[in-house]
């Protein structure tokens, strides 16, 4: 699994835009020379009791943060995420597994924008995961939307590319 960028589409998919041109701006910044150790817990832990464990688990192993130069981030499901963020604190960041694609304005039912996440203080996605590739038949054009919300709305992506 690594971390790349992709090209995407000036709307959601499901509206039958063309894609846009890549970003102009360089997808490095002078923070990405740090080291990112993320970690995805799925939805293998599924109560409070089974997340408190592991997050107190983190935090007696990590404290206030991973060593000098390393960006600590969990990886939780939507409905952790302020869990994760009130016992991790600052030192860890607490990032999302997923986040919609379609632009704000479009409500529906059962979905996490990446406004909302940015709003409960979230600062990374994780985005193209082979589980939702794999199972759920995400394709790179909707990843490619997900990651242009994402940006959009302030937050950092991080990516993963199948491999070709």
Request: aromatic content about 6%.
């Amino acid at each position: 699994m690594g971390t790349g960028a992709s090209t995407s589409p000036s709307t959601s998919p499901k509206s039958g835009a063309k894609p846009a041109e890549p970003a102009s701006k360089p997808a490095a910044t002078p923070q990405s020379s740090r080291l990112f150790v993320g970690a995805n817990w799925k939805c293998s832990l599924e109560t409070v009791e089974e997340v408190d464990k592991l997050l107190g688990e983190m935090v007696a192993c990590f404290g206030a943060g991973g060593p000098e130069g390393v960006e600590l981030c969990v990886f939780a499901p939507y409905v952790f995420i302020e869990r994760a963020k009130y016992t991790l604190g600052t030192g860890i960041h607490v990032g999302s597994q997923n986040a919609w694609d379609a632009a704000e304005g479009f409500a529906c039912t059962g979905v996490v924008s990446a406004k909302m996440l940015k709003g409960i203080g979230c600062r990374w996605v994780l985005l193209g995961h082979s589980d939702r590739r794999n199972v759920l038949g995400e394709t790179d054009v909707l990843i490619s939307a997900k990651v242009r919300q994402c940006l959009e709305a302030g937050l950092n992506v991080n990516i993963t590319m199948p491999g070709r």
